[in-house]
């Protein structure tokens, strides 16, 4: 079992940045993909970025990609996730998610998830 803790979120102008941490507890952290998800008021929770297990592999959906960066540090059990160029419409709850199967970009695949941190980016 893999029990997940996110940190990092806040309140931050548009055109800032903040760094999400995803942090593990459990020894098979490192065989686990671990995803990003967010979700806004009366939306579905939504892919963001994901990582392989072996950090060789990363996705993004077309909204981020560019300004976001997902990376993992499996010594020390966490997941980062650097939001540069900040958009009021990042705004959410981000969640990180750990699944063993290779369909990372979609939500039912993940078997744990942590319990989310706010993002607020005011215009």
């Known amino acids: 079992q893999v029990q997940l803790v996110e940190s990092g979120g806040g309140l931050v102008q548009t055109g800032g940045s903040l760094r999400l941490s995803c942090a593990a507890s459990?020894?098979?952290?490192?065989?686990?993909?671990i995803g990003w998800f967010r979700q806004s008021p009366g939306k579905e929770r939504e892919f963001v970025a994901a990582?392989?297990?072996?950090?060789?592999?990363?996705y993004y959906t077309d909204s981020v990609r560019g300004r976001f960066t997902i990376s993992r540090d499996n010594a020390k059990n966490t997941v980062y996730l650097q939001m540069n160029s900040l958009k009021p419409e990042d705004t959410a709850v981000y969640y990180c998610a750990a699944n063993r199967r290779g369909r990372v970009r979609i939500r039912d695949d993940y078997d744990y998830w942590g319990q989310g941190t706010q993002v607020t980016v005011s215009s």
């Open positions: 990582i392989s297990w072996n950090g060789v592999s990363t």
């Open positions: 459990g020894r098979t952290f490192s065989t686990y993909n």
